[in-house]
């Protein structure tokens, strides 16, 4: 069956980077898009950031545009979310998915087939 299993979550101070990993199994990687959404406490889970299949386009929401940079590595069926210049408010569960849709980037939680377990992220000095 599909598995996806993020790691590389952790508790760092404001300003500091983390880099996710999402590991897929299961599946054609490289016919999945991907994507990155998060879920703080006592919110709703929302989008972050998302692939294209190989890679050639990528969309992030506002709130983290010029500080993440999602990427990833079909040889290794694994993509990543590389997270600079922490702030608080990235506090939350992080969670990899994939999507079939046929667009090339995908936004929406409904859009996405196939979702990890999550990782926690905190943020705080």
């Known amino acids: 069956q599909v598995q996806l299993v993020e790691s590389g979550g952790g508790s760092v101070q404001p300003g500091e980077s983390l880099r996710l990993s999402c590991a897929a199994s299961g599946l054609s990687f490289s016919a999945y898009i991907m994507g990155w959404f998060r879920q703080a406490p006592g919110a709703e889970r929302e989008f972050v950031a998302t692939i294209s299949r190989y890679g050639e386009t990528t969309s992030y929401t506002d709130s983290v545009k010029g500080r993440f940079t999602i990427s990833r590595d079909n040889a290794k069926f694994t993509f990543y979310l590389q997270m600079n210049s922490l702030e608080p408010e990235d506090t939350a569960v992080y969670y990899c998915?994939?999507?079939?849709?046929?667009?090339?980037?995908?936004?929406?939680?409904?859009?996405?087939?196939?979702w990890g377990q999550g990782t926690q992220v905190i943020v705080s000095s």
């Open positions: 998915a994939a999507s079939r849709r046929s667009t090339s980037v995908a936004q929406k939680l409904k859009d996405y087939n196939h």
